[in-house]
């Protein structure tokens, strides 16, 4: 697959399959966004959601409207995206091979020199059949798309893991300030509303003081997460909520709910 396109592997399932209509669905998701908060610091990693954007997408657009606001005065110029795996199995952490993305809002160039030097320091398994159906990663590409569509990307698919090593990956991605790390994870699965928001508190609380313990159970992406958790503890930086809600709150019954939660790392 070197040298071609992986092809969009959920549009028309997780997310509009034509142009127009993604566009707008993105757009009118970030202009209905609450005005994230005024950061001290530079954001290092945002944490968002992954289910079809009507359901986690008004809790991720909160993070992508804070990451469009800072943009210019960032300067990134790549998204290091860490996420599960839900169709293939995997053991450790996974990257495509050199094939460009694309969605209906058109072509997103992988960072061939980033997946380069990190093959060379990391456990990093070239495994397109674990990228290629997956859609934790390439839901969060219409919001990227949109407000920065120049942005390079290197995709990371993270099963069971050690922790330090996902954090020191994190951490090495950190060394260059124009690199952004994007942690892509849905909170508890399938527990009528009530008990959701009360495993989902439970779950943020843990996010926001940096503990590195969670479950499967509580973040299905949990192995990318605590790498991220550990990597902040280390690295002295705060982690907060920017939004958190459940697929009852936003496009589904409350009966049987998926939570959702946007953080940042700064």
Avoid at 37 to 47: G, H, I, M, T
Avoid at 234 to 262: M, N
């Amino acid at each position: 697959m070197t040298g071609m396109l992986r092809p969009a592997a959920v549009a028309g399932l997780f997310y509009p399959a034509g142009e127009s209509a993604l566009r707008c669905l993105v757009s009118g998701m970030l202009a209905d966004a609450a005005d994230p908060p005024v950061l001290p610091r530079r954001p290092r990693a945002l944490v968002v959601p992954h289910a079809g954007l009507v359901y986690s997408g008004p809790v991720a657009a909160v993070a992508y409207r804070l990451l469009q606001r800072e943009l210019a005065d960032c300067g990134w110029r790549r998204i290091v995206l860490l996420g599960p795996n839900h169709r293939i199995p995997l053991l450790g952490m996974a990257v495509p091979d050199e094939a460009d993305w694309k969605t209906p809002l058109g072509i997103v160039e992988l960072d061939r020199t980033l997946l380069a030097e990190l093959r060379q320091h990391f456990p990093l398994a070239v495994r397109p059949d674990a990228h290629l159906p997956e859609h934790s990663l390439e839901v969060q590409l219409p919001f990227i798309q949109t407000i920065a569509a120049e942005l390079r990307i290197l995709p990371v698919l993270v099963g069971p893991t050690d922790a330090n090593v996902v954090a020191d990956l994190i951490e090495c991605c950190w060394r260059d300030e124009q690199t952004l790390v994007l942690i892509s994870s849905d909170l508890s699965h399938y527990h009528p509303w009530a008990e959701a928001q009360r495993l989902d508190s439970i779950t943020s609380d843990m996010i926001c003081s940096q503990d590195p313990h969670l479950g499967s159970e509580q973040a299905c992406g949990c192995h990318a997460l605590n790498g991220l958790l550990l990597a902040a503890r280390r690295q002295g930086y705060r982690i907060d909520c920017l939004s958190r809600l459940t697929s009852g709150d936003t496009a589904g019954d409350k009966q049987q709910v998926v939570g959702y939660g946007a953080y940042v790392c700064y």
